[in-house]
């Protein structure tokens, strides 16, 4: 008896996990096609892959919590479901969101920078590491919120709870977005590559 | 939500670093590099979803940090098998995908070594990190929702990276 509830919660807890880790190591596999064809790039611009992991985990933890924050006002009641420009609360968490990532997206290449530098390590000017990271930063954070505020709306209005969607939507769509976009504000910084 | 974030943020350039310092190796083998994002997402996401079961379990009252207790244990063991089916399977994609994108360097073989064996260690370090920070928030009388989550995942993550690395070192 007591073993069969065991086997019963084990196997619910894998059963509700198993299509958003798969969704979001699918996502995982084409961001990886995408920085494997990125080899070129990253040999060309020392200090890139350093900032590589820093840059996608800080989408994880800002919209991650964005689309957290949202979801909770959705299920309180302080939102409304609509697309609004309006909406004060929306706005803040938003704008917030997005200053938080290009601040932390600062950071991480100011910090690599001057790691990389100290270690004697080869890596490219200040600025242009920074310029990537803040371009970068900028396009994927723009549609990442649209597709995190749409999603959680849609799911919200029909009946879905935003909360198991939002984790395994930022973590799918986020690296393939955030290294898309890497590679083409490195295009942008570096003049077509 | 700054200090945390650059606090991550420089734990996640120390990562980088360590990262770079492999970057003859990733060059060389594509499919390598193609693994870097969906270890750190897998893993990420396996510690995110462990924590936001337990905080919820803790929240309910079901929680109890005893091993007779079928919440904690069977999240502990779902966890363990969602790593052991997903991260094989990766291995067979990832190969895949290199082999026609890129030229096939690894043999299928040694990608699902690295992949199987990454998770395996990838979520024992999980449940680990996950089971001290929810019994630390419990005790310091914290939310779990605010404070697990975030640390789960992004030392997940990192580690992730670091059994990665070091079983590519100690394979190829």
């Known amino acids: 008896m007591i073993n069969m509830n065991l086997r019963k919660l084990t196997l619910q807890a894998y059963l509700e996990a198993l299509p958003a880790l798969v969704l979001s190591s699918l996502g995982g596999i084409i961001a990886g096609l995408i920085l494997g064809s990125m080899t070129n790039e990253l040999q060309s611009i020392p200090g890139l892959l350093v900032l590589i992991p820093a840059l996608l985990a800080i989408r994880g933890n800002v919209y991650g919590s964005l689309g957290a924050r949202i979801s909770t006002g959705l299920h309180q009641g302080f939102i409304e479901p609509r697309i609004s420009f309006s909406d004060q609360r929306v706005n803040a968490a938003v704008i917030a969101s997005f200053l938080n990532a290009l601040f932390a997206a600062a950071i991480g290449a100011t910090f690599a920078y001057f790691l990389l530098t100290l270690s004697a390590e080869p890596v490219v000017p200040l600025q242009i590491l920074l310029s990537i990271a803040l371009i970068a930063g900028i396009l994927s954070g723009t549609v990442l919120i649209t597709a995190v505020i749409s999603v959680i709306f849609t799911a919200y209005r029909n009946g879905l709870n935003p909360d198991t969607i939002v984790g395994p939507l930022v973590a799918t769509i986020g690296d393939i977005f955030g290294l898309s976009f890497l590679l083409i504000a490195v295009r942008i910084i570096m003049g077509g590559g | ?172």
């Open chain 2, 1 to 172: 939500m700054l200090p945390i974030l650059a606090a991550l943020t420089s734990l996640e350039i120390a990562m980088g670093l360590v990262l770079s310092s492999f970057q003859s190796t990733l060059f060389y083998y594509p499919s390598l590099l193609i693994l870097v994002p969906v270890i750190i997402g897998t893993a990420g996401s396996l510690g995110s979803t462990l924590s936001a079961r337990l905080s919820t379990a803790f929240h309910l009252g079901l929680l109890e940090f005893r091993y007779d207790n079928h919440h904690l244990i069977g999240n502990i063991l779902s966890t363990i098998a969602l790593s052991i089916t997903i991260f094989p399977l990766i291995g067979i994609a990832t190969w895949a995908i290199a082999t026609w994108a890129f030229e096939p360097i690894l043999s299928p073989f040694q990608i699902l070594s690295i992949t199987t064996l990454s998770g395996l260690l990838i979520s024992i370090f999980t449940v680990i990190v996950a089971l001290v920070t929810t019994y630390g928030s419990y005790r310091l009388k914290l939310d779990p929702d605010d404070v697990v989550i975030p640390i789960v995942t992004n030392l997940s993550d990192v580690f992730g990276i670091f059994v990665f690395l070091a079983i590519v070192l100690l394979l190829l």
